[in-house]
Structure formats: structure tokens, C-alpha cells
């Protein structure tokens, strides 16, 4: 139906109004719904039209930007994970789970060029231990 739509030359929009009525009237099962959003995605790859609404967009963009987050917070936090040892040694189970709760990037950042710089293990760990509290 919805490439029958698609090939009657209707607007998108109008196409995403109209399955928004039918789901409020009518909504599938979750195994025909799965189904019919397969089928979907295979016709809209083969003629490159995606049919996803603006807040599915949204919602796609905001988690790109949450995985980038996520993904410079853990690199910077393992960046400091190999400096500690190589300057200090052994990293302290305490610092491990200090580091391991820690989600701002900035923070992180901080401690790591700390770490390159700072003259002692103990230094750092009060540095860290202040900025928490």
C-alpha cells in the first residue's frame, strides 16, 4: 500500500498522516508490524526514499551525538588508564572506579593532562578525590 502511495506521486507528509490515523484506528500486532516495517525498509531502499518522520530523525541525531559523547568519554578515559601506569604503575582500584564513574568528557580531560604532568600518583589521586566532592 505504501509504495502504491509512493508511485500515486503523494506528498510524504500526506503519506505519513494518513499511517498516523490508520495506527491510531487500527494498530498491528507486533509481529505484523515488524513484518510490514521490514517490507518497508526493503522497497524504500530500492527507491531510495526513506520513510521515517521528523522525530524519528530527531531521535537518530540525538543518538549519534550521544554514541560521539560516549565514545570521546571512553577514549579520553582510557587514554588516562595507559599514562597512570606507565608514570605510576599499577592504577589503584580506587582511581579505576573514580575513572570508571566519571561520564564528563571535560573532567576526564583534565585528569589526563594531569596525569602526563603531575609528579606523583598521590598528587593526582587528591586532585581527583577534590574535584568529586
Not at 503523494?10 to 495506527?23: A, G, K, P, V
Not at 510490514?36 to 551525538?65: D, H, Y
Amino acid at each position: 500500500m505504501v509504495w502504491q502511495l509512493y508511485e500515486a506521486k503523494f506528498e510524504r507528509q500526506d503519506i505519513l498522516d494518513l499511517f498516523r490515523l490508520i495506527d491510531w484506528l487500527m494498530p498491528l500486532p507486533e509481529a505484523l508490524e515488524i513484518d510490514f516495517r521490514r517490507n518497508l525498509a526493503q522497497f524504500e531502499r530500492q527507491k531510495n526514499m526513506p520513510f521515517i518522520t521528523s522525530i524519528e530523525r530527531l531521535g537518530r541525531e540525538e543518538g549519534r551525538v550521544e554514541g560521539r559523547v560516549e565514545g570521546r568519554t571512553e577514549g579520553v578515559r582510557q587514554a588516562l588508564l595507559e599514562v597512570f601506569p606507565s608514570r605510576f604503575g599499577e592504577v589503584p582500584p580506587e582511581l579505576q572506579q573514580r575513572l570508571e564513574a566519571t561520564s564528563d568528557p571535560a573532567q576526564l580531560q583534565r585528569w589526563h593532562r594531569l596525569a602526563i604532568t603531575i609528579p606523583s600518583a598521590n598528587a593526582l589521586i587528591e586532585v581527583i578525590r577534590g574535584d568529586e566532592c
